[in-house]
């Protein structure tokens, strides 16, 4: 295997290693994201597996000294010759430098994204406990005290009262 194949093949290896597919699937909320990242994960697994098994394999060495005896030496060495001049291209990985900036972003902004999120279902749980708060008081609380929770709506209906304005 050439060097650089084996470097890719090691380096997808580690990445399967690496990627916290249990984590990221437990951020998913809809039937159809799930669906698109299964897909993902199954797509990157086969690449993977192709990569492990096709492109980490050597070629079998030829076994010339087999073939002299059977054909000849001048035309085996003829193909030996042939055979030991193929140059095979390296291969010249143009793509991660062009999308790792790219996913690098992309991951600072799912934690941004992580963060707001769980700041945001914070504020919810608390907003959700003030309304169940509310809900068991509500029979028996008056005017005053729903105001001094909500202020603003205080100034809102005086200066409604004030300015004559009754809705209609």
Do not use: C
Not at 36 to 63: C, G, M
Not at 77 to 104: C, G, L, N, Q, R
Not at 112 to 124: I, P
């Amino acid at each position: 295997m050439s060097g650089v194949a084996k470097k890719v093949t090691d380096v997808a290896f580690k990445a399967s290693k690496t990627i916290d597919w249990e984590g990221m699937a437990k951020l998913l909320v809809t039937d159809e994201a799930r669906k698109e990242f299964a897909n993902l994960r199954r797509a990157f697994d086969d690449v993977n597996s192709q990569l492990q098994t096709k492109f980490s394999q050597e070629p079998e060495p030829v076994d010339w000294e087999y073939y002299r005896k059977g054909i000849g030496s001048r035309l085996v060495d003829m193909y030996k010759e042939a055979y030991d001049s193929i140059e095979i291209p390296k291969y010249v990985d143009k793509v991660t430098p062009e999308y790792k900036p790219k996913f690098e972003q992309l991951m600072v902004e799912l934690k941004e994204a992580e963060q707001q999120s769980l700041k945001e279902s914070e504020r919810l749980e608390k907003e959700i406990v003030e309304v169940q708060e509310m809900k068991k008081k509500i029979s028996t609380m008056t005017a005053d005290e729903y105001f001094e929770k909500h202020p603003e709506l205080r100034k809102k209906f005086d200066d409604e009262i004030r300015n004559d304005y009754w809705g209609y």
